[in-house]
């Protein structure tokens, strides 16, 4: 287990509408970045937060869009829900944002849309 | 771009088979190769990982991988697998300023005790 809390665990919401996801740091981290699971594929990088900005972002429309607190908890929003955003989102957290700092994966939120 | 290939999709072994997954990467610069597992109801494990060095590195519960840089190669290997090693394992590169990991598409391992 990682020091990395996500939730909620499970959530189903209807096409069109918005959700938040919420995601805890591990003590110590300062770097969140947010990843999409769709079934049977990989992770993708959505976007990642250093010290409250964006700090990079993936091939990923602007109704993706994230906040980081002062605490380095984060939030990933999501707007106007499509059928293909169904999937499981991870977040993961590192002490510093580059190649060379390793990232904690929390457990994720499995999001269904219908 | 960077990309990663996993090159089998569903891997079925018995107990005490050999494991070798294949995991090719596509990027031109200086690269960090990382193996994670996800068994089943859990979260993204970090299993090994290759900075800079050994181009042979060691990781946990036995696996341990080969960067071969030659073949933008960096298969991982277990000896002898047991009916616990039953996951999905992913093979990511992180080659990028910011850090994000590219991740290929999985191979399920499947052991048959």
């Known amino acids: 287990e990682t020091g990395v809390t996500q939730s909620p665990t499970h959530l189903i919401k209807t096409r069109g509408q918005q959700v938040t996801l919420r995601c805890s740091s591990q003590?110590?981290?300062?770097?969140v970045s947010w990843y999409q699971q769709a079934l049977g594929q990989g992770p993708q990088f959505i976007f990642q937060?250093?010290?409250?900005?964006?700090?990079g972002r993936g091939n990923f429309p602007p109704r993706f869009s994230g906040l980081q607190f002062p605490n380095y908890s984060s939030e990933l929003n999501v707007n106007a829900l499509e059928l293909d955003d169904s999937a499981l989102y991870l977040c993961?957290?590192?002490?510093?944002?580059?190649?060379?700092?390793?990232?904690?994966f929390g457990p994720g939120t499995r999001l269904t849309v219908t | 771009a960077q990309s990663v290939s996993q090159h089998n999709h569903h891997v079925i072994l018995s107990e005490a088979a050999s494991l070798e997954l294949g995991c090719n990467y596509s990027?031109?610069?200086?690269?960090?190769l990382f193996w994670y597992v996800q068994y089943p109801g859990q979260h993204l494990q970090l299993l090994l990982k290759?900075?800079?060095?050994?181009?042979l590195v060691k990781g946990i519960k036995g696996f341990e991988a080969e960067f071969i840089k030659s073949k933008f190669s960096f298969n991982l290997r277990k000896p002898s697998v047991q009916w616990s090693d039953t996951a999905e394992y992913f093979c990511?590169?992180?080659?990028?300023?910011?850090?994000?990991?590219?991740f290929g598409k999985g191979t399920k391992l499947s052991v048959k005790p």
């Open positions: 990511a590169v992180n080659g990028g300023s910011q850090g994000n990991l590219i």
């Open positions: 937060y250093y010290r409250e900005e964006e700090n």
């Open positions: 990027y031109g610069g200086t690269v960090n």
């Open positions: 993961a957290s590192s002490t510093g944002q580059g190649r060379r700092y390793e990232q904690y």
């Open positions: 003590s110590g981290h300062n770097t």
């Open positions: 290759y900075f800079s060095g050994d181009p």
